[in-house]
């Protein structure tokens, strides 16, 4: 007992570190309890925030702030009419396409696990595999009917749908109008003397924008690149299959794999075992493997600092608790948490030079 209440005496009565600890919850808390109902004001604020990126920098070359936000602002309008109008449209088509080819892509792979104890006896015995592809079947049938049952919910996803694309625009508009006088407002409840929490602020600032930005550049080239290659290979569903690869790298280490798994069926069904499969996952595996050693050291070099249990136990926990968002930011709110714990107050005077 007396060590917690060493700790506390300790850690709490430096007024500096209860305004950030109080900052923290507070943040914490909204997220937790109100995070459902203002996902719009949330998200928005977010592309407000990736967006404010490029206006700075408009802005340090000598461009009006207004102008910059007009210019800026207009871009963003014309990318979410593009995927609203033409993306979404054509992975629709594709989608519906993938259904129906569905039954004919989980025959061609049957035959392939079952004929794995022909090619390889050492390694595989044919009663496991029967089983394997029973057990396979059986979850197919259940995504099915989990798909034909949120089919049938289509409606409200669709008023939301439409919610997000009027409300979105506008929100994010006045937040990019408006920033220095919305910041002022919320800076007014704060108290004035908050070094540490200005630190950690300025801390999470640099990394969460260099990461954030960074990481929706490199959905972009993976996802375009993808496509332009399958495009070119004449692979079905290229868009569809882009789009999961460059989803994927939200997921480090283990988004590559997730990703590979799809277009090898596909892939596989459409061109059989033969040296068009191999072009296909070889030039998804150059995709990759460039990515990793050359897109990401460019575009996320200083972003994060974090070992790589670290971003996998984040990834876990914070797509636990959020899902994709979660997913999504789970290395920014990491880097919160290690800006937090480099500048709490450590040692036993209670105060840390910040």
């Given at each position: 007992m007396n060590i917690i209440t060493?700790?506390?005496?300790?850690?709490?009565?430096d007024p500096q570190v209860v305004i950030l600890a109080m900052l923290l919850v507070a943040g914490f808390g909204i997220l937790a309890l109100a995070g459902d109902m203002l996902a719009p004001v949330i998200a928005s604020l977010i592309i407000a925030y990736l967006l404010e990126g490029t206006i700075g920098f408009l802005v340090d070359h000598r461009m009006p702030r207004n102008l910059a936000v007009g210019l800026v602002f207009m871009l963003f309008l014309a990318v979410l009419l593009g995927i609203f109008f033409i993306?979404?449209?054509?992975?629709?088509?594709?989608?519906?396409?993938?259904?129906?080819?569905?039954?004919?892509?989980?025959a061609r792979t049957q035959d392939l696990i079952l004929q794995l104890p022909e090619r390889y006896p050492d390694y595989f015995e044919a009663a496991q595999m029967r089983d394997f592809v029973?057990?396979?079947?059986?979850?197919?049938?259940?995504?099915?009917?989990?798909?034909?049952?949120?089919?049938?919910?289509?409606?409200?996803?669709?008023?939301?749908?439409?919610?997000?694309?009027?409300?979105?625009?506008?929100l994010v508009f006045f937040f990019l109008k408006d920033k220095d006088r919305m910041l002022d407002w919320?800076?007014?409840?704060?108290?004035?003397?908050?070094?540490?929490?200005?630190?950690?602020?300025?801390?999470?600032?640099?990394?969460?924008?260099?990461?954030?930005?960074?990481?929706?550049?490199?959905?972009?080239?993976?996802?375009?690149?993808?496509?332009?290659?399958f495009l070119i290979q004449g692979l079905q569903f290229s868009a569809l299959l882009a789009t999961v690869s460059g989803l994927s790298v939200l997921i480090p280490f283990i988004g590559?794999?997730?990703?590979?798994?799809?277009?090898?069926?596909i892939a596989y069904a459409q061109f059989g075992a033969g040296s068009e499969f191999l072009w296909?996952?070889?030039?998804?595996?150059?995709?990759?493997?460039?990515?990793?050693n050359v897109v990401v050291p460019v575009?996320?070099?200083?972003?994060?600092?974090?070992?790589?249990?670290?971003?996998?136990?984040?990834?876990?926990?914070?797509?636990?608790?959020?899902?994709f968002w979660g997913v999504f930011f789970a290395i920014p709110l990491a880097s919160l948490v290690q800006a937090v714990l480099n500048s709490w107050p450590k040692g036993g005077t209670g105060r840390r030079e910040v």
């Open positions: 060493a700790w506390f005496r300790r850690n709490l009565s993306l979404l449209p054509l992975l629709a088509t594709q989608i519906a396409e993938l259904i129906q080819q569905l039954p004919a892509i989980i029973a057990s396979l079947r059986n979850e197919l049938i259940l995504l099915g009917q989990r798909v034909l049952g949120a089919s049938v919910t289509w409606l409200p996803t669709l008023v939301t749908v439409v919610i997000y694309l009027v409300l979105m625009p506008m919320v800076l007014g409840f704060l108290p004035q003397d908050r070094p540490l929490a200005d630190k950690v602020w300025r801390e999470v600032n640099a990394k969460i924008g260099s990461y954030v930005r960074g990481k929706v550049y490199e959905i972009l080239i993976v996802g375009v690149v993808t496509y332009a290659v590559v794999v997730l990703a590979a798994v799809p277009i090898a069926i296909v996952m070889g030039a998804f595996t150059l995709i990759q493997l460039i990515d990793a575009l996320l070099s200083d972003a994060v600092d974090l070992h790589p249990n670290a971003v996998i136990v984040a990834i876990l926990v914070f797509g636990g608790i959020w899902g």
